[in-house]
């Protein structure tokens, strides 16, 4: 067999499975056994089929088996086993990939004696940091550490590939990770390796130990890394989760717990944020950071003093003009858009550290979940032996996960040893200020476990989305697969009314809209949901997602409670506008003016809607009315303007578009509908002029412009310019420009 065929042969396998088609299941994974060659894969398959067989003659004998629906979800899960067992089988002599290469690196190793051989390492490097420092040798140190870490490496490396996991290896795990034999950090590897191993095959052993590991392990990291992980995996592989009585039982006893529930809150709503990274990666990367260094230099010429010396900048609230000065450049509100996404928990830093995953230290895969620890060789090397204070600040930066923190110790050692030194008393008087404000706070379990989880989601981001062969793997973070209230065995808790409202909340804002109206159409059916804000909160996700027939429906349902709203008024009229219901919306938006009759934007949208319906002298009045109004902005005079054009009144048209050159910066647009007015009025050299200001706003760009012209068409032909002469035109704007070019 192929690669592909061996692969398509795997997909439809799991595929009958997964659609209860169990004949056609043996069929396919019987090709696969007999490809293989192996007895006890054969044996086992016979014993499916055997026991499958019996079920359907006793169910066609009409005999009673209140165990049916029991042994028959065994043979299905023993079958998803068998047909992953056949496909890894058949693929590890010759697949190049990281997960075979390990099995055949590991193949006749146990996990036992690579655990005691850490051990053993461990203890060594004990007894040669704890000797007297007259006699301490760092190279020896050094060593003992390396080997120390290639065997954690090692043992993650067992755990990740092994499949299915043994009974053997299960309760090994199940002691290294829930007792203390191991270095905190060394469990944590442990999880992840289970988690990753699950991740490429499903191994309900594996799912097991992670559940496990959350409510035996009695250190915070080993307990949140694996309930994060394991409600991972149990909305990746739903449809395996929800019939299993192992792991229904496992979550039921996970209840009592006193911080459970808050725990899959926390991990809910941090899932829920890492959608939006790109977002914010991009928002950071291309406006908050460039807007702040642009103005750099203009800062260090306001805040030098008369002898040219710098100004301390801890020193700006003691002068007034200089702050002002921060307040007026855009400063001050960009620096406090950073803040708000770093404390709302955005990944903000991944723009930052996204180019720092290139060290080798991020050619090893195990390193990418490694907590960070300043007693790692990364760190010493990098940062300094002496400097462990450095390390300890960069272990306590509150806004970095793991992978950034030992980005930034591996950029440091590229550093020379003054820059070095510098930053290291800089950070060190910051960790001064940190651990003095920490002090004066109460201790705060909840703000801590929440951190853990928050550093923790944005290392799983930084693995699947930046690791060099991160193809190989299953996509984990990608959209879909991260809305939690999906997860149906911890649906009694994922959706809960407060974190549905937080979900719904969070997805409205980053333009999920889809999510939004999933989380809020949950909130609708539960029963102690009184709130009526709930169909306007559906309703305005439907109107962002472009559905207006289904927004309008859940609109008028609040209506009928509360039809005085004007707000809830205005998003009806604007569906109906945006349905070409224009008698239907100026309807409602005369409704809504009646209770606010001062509002300009209102008056001016009926306006627009009156132009919609050609009715442009009664939006003229419109406009004039919302100009009377407004006394400062003057938002009604293109209207105006172009009102006036489309009128024929050209003398008052030409009056507003000076006055928009004098008060106001005429755009394109501007330019272009005045070129229209002195088209019309027979004055073609001043239009051709004005069209071409318009041609240079838009970047030279001729498509462009022959575009917007071509779509006043009908208008300029009922302003008496000819087909011909519209035809020309464009040419003759354009002219100058193309020649240039």
């Not at 005691?116 to 420092?133: G, H, I, T």
Request: proline letters at 3%; glycine letters at 4%; charged letters at 25%.
């Amino acid at each position: 067999m192929t690669k592909l065929e061996i692969e398509n042969i795997h997909r439809l396998a799991n595929k009958s499975i997964d659609d209860a088609e169990v004949k056609d299941a043996f069929g396919h994974i019987s090709s696969l056994v007999n490809e293989l060659g192996r007895g006890n894969l054969n044996d086992e398959l016979e014993r499916l089929n055997m026991s499958y067989t019996f079920m359907l003659k006793y169910l066609e004998q009409g005999v009673m088996d209140p165990q049916r629906d029991e042994i028959l979800t065994s043979i299905r899960q023993s079958l998803y086993t068998l047909n992953d067992t056949c496909y890894i089988g058949l693929m590890e002599p010759s697949s190049p990939e990281v997960f075979y290469a390990r099995r055949r690196e590991l193949a006749n190793t146990s996990l036992v004696s690579i655990v005691e051989e850490y051990r053993v390492a461990v203890k060594e490097m004990s007894l040669a940091q704890n000797v007297p420092d007259q006699q301490r040798d760092s190279h020896v140190i050094l060593s003992r550490l390396h080997q120390a870490e290639e065997l954690e490496t090692k043992l993650f490396n067992r755990v990740w590939s092994s499949f299915p996991i043994s009974s053997d290896d299960s309760g090994s795990l199940k002691l290294c990770i829930t007792g203390d034999i191991l270095p905190v950090h060394t469990r944590c590897l442990l999880v992840a390796a289970l988690f990753l191993g699950l991740m490429k095959f499903y191994d309900e052993g594996k799912l097991l130990i992670l559940l496990e590991a959350y409510s035996l392990s009695d250190d915070p990291q080993v307990q949140l890394r694996a309930l994060t992980c394991a409600m991972l995996a149990l909305l990746a592989y739903k449809k395996r989760t929800s019939t299993s009585k192992a792991i229904q039982t496992r979550l039921a006893a996970m209840q009592d717990a006193s911080d459970f529930n808050q725990d899959v809150w926390s991990i809910q709503v941090q899932l829920a944020r890492s959608r939006n990274t790109e977002n914010v990666k991009n928002r950071v990367r291309n406006d908050l950071i460039p807007n702040i260094m642009k103005v750099r230099p203009d800062i260090i010429d306001k805040l030098k003093d008369k002898d040219s010396q710098i100004i301390d900048l801890s020193d700006i609230e003691a002068n007034p003009d200089w702050q002002q000065w921060l307040d007026q450049s855009g400063i001050t509100r960009k620096i406090e858009e950073f803040n708000a996404m770093q404390i709302e928990g955005s990944d903000v830093f991944i723009a930052t550290f996204a180019h720092l995953k290139s060290f080798p230290f991020f050619k090893t895969l195990s390193n990418w979940f490694l907590p960070f620890y300043p007693a790692h060789s990364a760190v010493v090397e990098n940062v300094g032996a002496g400097k462990m204070a450095l390390a300890e600040v960069i272990q306590h930066a509150p806004y970095l996960c793991n992978s950034d923190k030992y980005s930034f110790c591996l950029s440091l050692g590229a550093l020379p040893e003054s820059q070095r030194t510098m930053m290291s008393a800089q950070l060190e008087e910051q960790e001064a200020a940190i651990n003095e404000a920490r002090q004066a706070e109460l201790p705060d379990d909840r703000r801590r476990r929440v951190t853990i989880i928050n550093a923790f989601v944005q290392d799983l981001y930084r693995f699947f989305k930046l690791f060099s062969r991160r193809r190989e793997f299953f996509p984990v973070m990608d959209d879909p697969r991260l809305d939690m209230t999906d997860c149906l065995p911890l649906s009694h808790v994922t959706r809960n009314p407060q974190v549905l409202e937080l979900l719904g909340t969070i997805y409205f804002k980053n333009a999920f809209y889809d999510d939004a109206i999933k989380c809020y159409t949950r909130l609708e059916g539960m029963d102690d949901v009184t709130d009526d804000h709930i169909y306007q909160k559906i309703g305005f996700a439907y109107q962002n997602a472009q559905n207006y027939d289904k927004a309008l429906t859940y609109y008028q349902r609040y209506e009928l409670l509360h039809e005085d709203d004007a707000w809830n008024i205005r998003h009806m009229a604007a569906c109906h506008r945006a349905l070409g219901r224009y008698d239907m919306a100026l309807e409602y938006y005369r409704r809504a003016e009646a209770m606010i009759p001062e509002n300009v934007s209102l008056t001016l949208t009926i306006g627009h809607v009156l132009l919609e319906q050609n009715r442009t002298s009664d939006a003229l009045q419109q406009y004039f009315k919302a100009d009377l109004m407004e006394k400062a902005k003057h938002r009604a005079w293109r209207p105006i303007a172009w009102c006036s054009f489309l009128l024929s009144d050209y003398d008052r048209a030409l009056d507003y578009y000076d006055r928009i050159s004098r008060e106001d910066t005429p755009t394109a647009q501007d330019l272009l509908n005045l070129g229209h007015v002195h088209l019309c009025q027979g004055h073609t050299q001043e239009a051709i002029a004005t069209y071409r200001e318009s041609l240079r706003l838009m970047d030279g760009n001729c498509k462009k412009f022959r575009a917007a012209f071509k779509g006043d068409a009908l208008e300029l032909r009922l302003h008496g310019v000819t087909a011909v002469d519209q035809a020309l035109i464009p040419d003759a704007v354009c002219a100058t420009a193309q020649e240039r070019q």
